[in-house]
Each structure stands twice: as structure tokens, then as C-alpha cells.
């Protein structure tokens, strides 16, 4: 089968690498002029002019980031089935719509206000009680488009900075970790559900997932499955969906966004489970039965960021993954990641912990198995 992907990066690629075993073929629509997945056919697209080409090459469009115009990807729904649908971009690009939905579902969220001038976010910081943060309702992602206010005092500033006319203001939760719920769901609603990841952010960038998490409680994950499955089939979803969260003291799950499409923080997948998301992704948006989500054994995710480490140090860890993007160094850029794996909890932090004194950028992991 052949398959449209609407962007042309790294997700794309991987989403490549696990189709190619699968007979599939791919070809990648971008619009931004810098595509990097260095995979498949690659299409430019940067003036909207060969749209027809891209469709007529392919039996279904699937996407690798939400960062669409909507109206574009309706319109290619009048063609070809797209999986996710317009409708899920449509939700998970807009903040205010999403939090909507999650109140719908009665899915737990931290306090929020809409606002509009600074004026009102002032009044929103001051009835939430400071630290806030505001984030601008639509486009932002890894940190983009938000600001911590401190005092509502700082209003102002932060209304200039996001520069944006609508944002929504969240109150800070005092949570022990962040989280993420990864599900599958098959064109004829099978759901497979991935054991859940602990995540460490870096200035809104995920640095490292570990999977699956040593002292989750099954009741915490029953309750994860039970959100994302709501949030499946409330959108009549077929894909793979991603819902992070932020773990409270007492255990309770708040819902911090989703992303309609493959994440990083299930790269652990690659090589830690039976079932990778992208096989998944493939083998949902396709109408063929969804793979075992299982983790082999204990594995973490650790980010490349900004600056590559030496490849062959990093291979010589023990049971060790590296999956280059293939891309130039910049501050800040995904450049690739390493899949770590180990027969312990305990054994993986020391992998990980030896494999982030190899990159030359890598936060000390904050991990704790106590």
C-alpha cells in the first residue's frame, strides 16, 4: 500500500522504517521547505501547487505532526481516508477546544481560565493563585508560546512575550512525575493500550522516557487506559493517540494535552516492545490487526538533543539502540535517540545514567527507583 504522510521529518522517517517490512511505500507532502526525513519520495509543496501529484500517488494520508491547516486536510479527506481524522488536528490544535473536550469526558484537568488582554490574564493569575502558566490556545510546542508568571504582577510582560490574542492560563500542579498514556486504535475499534512512561522535560523538551515506569500501580494505569480509551472513541479515532499527564502525590491523573499522531515519548517502542508505535500506526490506519504493545523489559528513551555524541561510544553500551535523524547540529534540535534496555529497573538508571555522560548536551536524569 502506498501511504501519504502530511510532513516530511523525523516521525515521518520512522514511520517509513516500520512500513518498509510491511510492503509499504511511502510519500512525504512538506510544506515548510526543510524536509529532513531523507526517506521515500519527498514532495515540496511549498507554494500549494502539487497537491493532485501527492494524492494521486497514494491509497491513504496519514500525518506526522498536528501543525496542519485544517481546511487542507479536510479537503484531502474528500480524496483519500485520512487516519486520524481533520477532526482529532482540529481538537488537539487548539487548547481551549481540547480542554473542552477532556471536561466532556470527565477527564481530570488542572484549573484553567481563557483570557483575552492582560488584563484578564492578571485577574486569572491572581484567582488561580501564582506560579501560573500561559500558553497561547493554538500553535506552541517543546516550551514555545507560553510563559510562567510568578506574580500577577507580571502579566503584562507575559501577554507581550506569547504575543498572542487568546491564551489559556493553567494552574501549577504540585505533582511527583510526569507521564504518558500511548493507545492504538484499529479501523474496526480494537484498542491496544502501551504500558505507561515516566518523562523528564528539560525547558519543554522530553530529555529522557522510561518505560515501563518501576512502581506504577495498576490501578493508575487501568485509570490512564480509561481516559485515552474515552478520548478514542469519543473522536471515532484510528491511530495512534498519545495523552500526557502529571502524576499527583495521592496518585491521582491530571491531563496536561494530547498529540494526535506517533510521540517521542514512545520511542522506547522501537526496541522495548513486542509492537513498536509506528508498526501499530501502520497496522491500524491500514485495517489489519494491531500488534502486542508489550514491554520486552525495562527501557528508557534518551533525547540527542542539540549535539551528537560519538556514535561508536554510545553503541558500545550494553543493549544499546541509536537511531540517528539524519540532521545538522543546532541548539536545541532533536538530532536522535538511544533506546537503553536492562533486566532491572535498577540496571537501566546506570545505563542511562553512562550513556548521558556521552552526550555532550545530556541533563543528569532524575530518575528515582527508591
Known amino acids: 500500500m502506498n501511504i501519504g504522510v502530511l510532513g516530511a521529518g523525523q516521525l515521518g522517517r520512522m514511520l517509513a522504517l516500520a512500513g518498509y517490512p510491511l510492503a509499504n511505500r511511502f ?20 507554494d500549494q501547487k502539487h497537491l493532485a501529484n501527492f494524492l494521486e ?13 485544517v481546511p487542507l486536510v479536510q479537503a484531502i479527506e474528500e480524496h483519500r481516508p485520512v487516519h486520524p481524522s481533520s477532526e ?7 487548547r481551549a477546544e481540547e480542554k473542552a473536550l477532556f471536561d466532556r469526558l470527565a477527564i481530570p484537568t488542572p484549573a484553567y481560565r481563557l483570557v483575552e488582554n492582560a ?25 514555545k508560546g507560553q510563559a510562567v508568571l510568578k506574580d500577577p504582577s507580571e502579566a503584562s510582560e507575559a501577554w507581550r512575550a506569547i ?24 479501523r474496526d475499534g480494537e484498542v491496544a493500550f502501551y504500558p505507561m512512561a515516566e518523562n523528564q522535560h528539560v525547558d519543554g523538551i522530553l530529555r529522557y522516557s522510561i518505560a515501563p515506569m518501576p512502581d506504577l500501580d495498576d490501578s493508575v494505569q487501568h485509570l490512564a487506559d480509561g481516559y485515552i480509551r474515552a478520548l478514542l472513541d469519543e473522536l471515532d479515532y484510528v491511530g495512534v493517540l ?22 517521542n515519548s514512545g520511542h522506547w517502542t522501537m526496541d522495548g516492545a513486542v509492537t513498536s508505535q509506528f508498526e501499530n500506526h501502520l497496522r ?23 549535539r ?21 547540529e543546532r541548539p536545541g534540535r532533536k538530532l536522535a535517540h538511544v533506546n537503553l534496555l536492562a533486566p532491572t529497573h535498577e540496571a537501566l538508571l546506570e545505563r542511562v545514567r553512562a550513556c548521558a555522560a556521552l552526550l555532550p548536551d545530556a541533563p543528569e536524569p532524575r530518575f528515582s527507583f527508591d
Open 57 to 69: 500517488k497514494v491509497d491513504l494520508v496519514t500525518y506526522e505532526f498536528e501543525h496542519l491547516p
Open 308 to 328: 551528537e555524541g560519538e556514535a561508536a561510544k554510545l553503541l558500545a553500551l550494553p543493549d544499546a539502540h541509536l537511531h540517528r535523524y539524519d540532521k545538522a
Open 242 to 263: 498519545t495523552l500526557e499527564l502529571f502524576q499527583a502525590r495521592d496518585g491521582a491523573l491530571l491531563a496536561n494535552e494530547m498529540a494526535p499522531r506517533v510521540h
Open 284 to 306: 491500524a490506519i491500514q485495517g489489519l490487526p494491531l500488534g502486542d504493545p508489550a514491554a520486552r523489559m525495562p527501557t528508557c528513551m534518551v533525547n540527542v538533543i542539540g
Open 163 to 186: 504575543n498572542h490574542p487568546r491564551l489559556i492560563v493553567e494552574a501549577f500542579v504540585d505533582f511527583v512525575r510526569e507521564v504518558s498514556i500511548i493507545a492504538v486504535r484499529g
Open 88 to 94: 482529532a488536528i482540529r481538537v488537539c490544535q487548539n
Open 27 to 46: 510519500s512525504f507532502l512538506d510544506t515548510t521547505g526543510h524536509p529532513s526525513a531523507g526517506i521515500g519520495d519527498v514532495i515540496i509543496d511549498t
Open 119 to 143: 488584563e484578564e490574564l492578571e485577574a486569572a493569575a491572581r484567582e488561580l493563585g501564582t506560579p501560573v502558566v500561559a500558553k497561547s490556545v493554538t500553535e506552541g510546542y517543546d516550551g
